[in-house]
Nanobody, 122 residues
């Protein structure tokens, strides 16, 4: 199966920035879509952003649009999430995900990383 390892999380003050990385290995040749999700304590996991591996088409949740940017590095099999102008409500465990079939970029992912914690203080 595809292995996904997130990194780059941490503690940052409101208004600051972080860049999350997701390194993928094994069976990435058939991966079509990479995405980021997040889950805050006591809340359900929510979609954040996604990118198609082939053409780089991106979609974002309304809550992060204009502040977050998802990108990919083909040579490194790595996906990034640049997070700017962070807000306390962005605090969550962020998960990288991979999808090996066409369809919605917001749901039905096949593989998940273990998550990296992002905490935004006031």
């Amino acid at each position: 199966q595809v292995q996904l390892v997130e990194s780059g999380g941490g503690l940052v003050q409101a208004g600051g920035s972080l860049r999350l990385s997701c390194a993928a290995s094994r069976r990435t040749s058939s991966t079509l879509i990479m995405g980021w999700f997040r889950q805050a304590p006591g809340k359900e996991r929510e979609f954040v952003a996604a990118i198609t591996w082939s053409v780089g088409y991106t979609v974002y949740a309304d809550s992060v649009k204009g502040r977050f940017t998802i990108s990919r590095d083909n040579a490194k099999n790595t996906v990034y999430l640049q997070m700017n102008t962070l807000k306390p409500e962005d605090t969550a465990l962020y998960y990288c995900a991979a999808k090996e079939r066409a369809g919605s970029l917001r749901a039905d992912y096949d593989y998940w990383g273990q998550g990296t914690q992002v905490t935004v203080s006031t």
